[in-house]
């Protein structure tokens, strides 16, 4: 069983910056792709950046030119460092990772981190 453990979290004031790291560990798999996702009170879950292998990060226009995502394949861990951060950030946000997962063969599976909560103070 694949775990994505996150960490980075925090309070910031508007204008500062963050970074979160997510590392997968447990069992044998291959990264298809690694990305955060957010949910802010009262709004639904939204896909934030994307870094598929083998790719350049992909982004929410909302964070374009302010995140960036990157990912360190030999420690299957992904980073969102988040600059220029802004008080309409504020959110919990999620690590998930699309990957084969072996378990007698291999098998297309998605796993969630449990959150990690980013609060930016105006």
């Known amino acids: 069983q694949v775990q994505l453990v996150e960490s980075g979290g925090g309070l910031v004031q508007a204008g500062g910056s963050l970074r979160l790291s997510c590392a997968a560990s447990g069992g044998s798999f291959r990264i298809n792709s690694m990305n955060w996702y957010r949910q802010a009170p009262g709004k639904e879950r939204e896909l934030v950046a994307s870094?598929?292998?083998?790719?350049?990060?992909n982004y929410a226009d909302s964070v374009k030119g302010r995140f960036t995502i990157s990912r360190d394949n030999a420690r299957s861990t992904v980073y969102l460092q988040m600059n220029s951060l802004k008080p309409e950030d504020t959110a919990v946000y999620y690590c998930?990772?699309?990957?084969?997962?072996?378990?007698?063969?291999?098998?297309?599976?998605?796993?969630w981190g449990k959150g990690t909560l980013v609060t930016v103070s105006s």
């Open positions: 998930n990772a699309d990957l084969l997962e072996f378990s007698g063969r291999w098998s297309s599976r998605t796993y």
């Open positions: 870094i598929p292998t083998g790719s350049s990060g």
